[in-house]
Nanobody
Framework: QVQVVESGGGLVQAGGTLRLSCTASGFRFGDYNMGWFRQTPGKEREGLSC????????DLSDSVKGRFTVSQDNAKNTLYLQMNSLKPEDTATYYC???????????????????WGQGTQVTVSS
């Protein structure tokens, strides 16, 4: 049974940092390309970052580039999102997801991903 669980969210002041974790069971991270997304009520899910199966390639959206970093530990089956210099507009529910295809043409597209966690809330106060 596949299960994806995000953790590490919380309330932080603007300029602060958080590190989100995503653990998975039922599949190996090394077999999937992984992504981080976020969503606020009434808005579409926004792709933030991706990392390929080996961890050798990452990409970030312009909205978080320079502030967020994605990494993974395949031995621990854990994905991370290090978030620095947080802004109030980063407030959202954050999700990690797994894409089964070997090549993900549009990593920022939620439709590319088949496994999702339940999300973790991040709130940044001004």
């Amino acid at each position: 049974q596949v299960q994806v669980v995000e953790s590490g969210g919380g309330l932080v002041q603007a300029g602060g940092t958080l590190r989100l974790s995503c653990t998975a069971s039922g599949f190996r991270f090394g077999d999937y390309n992984m992504g981080w997304f976020r969503q606020t009520p009434g808005k579409e899910r926004e792709g933030l970052s991706c990392i390929n199966r080996s961890g050798s390639y990452t990409d970030l959206s312009d909205s978080v580039k320079g502030r967020f970093t994605v990494s993974q530990d395949n031995a621990k089956n854990t994905l991370y999102l290090q978030m620095n210099s947080l802004k109030p507009e980063d407030t959202a529910t954050y999700y990690c997801a797994a894409a089964s295809r070997a090549y993900v043409a549009r990593w920022y597209d939620p439709d590319e991903y088949i496994y999702w966690g339940q999300g973790t809330q991040v709130t940044v106060s001004s």
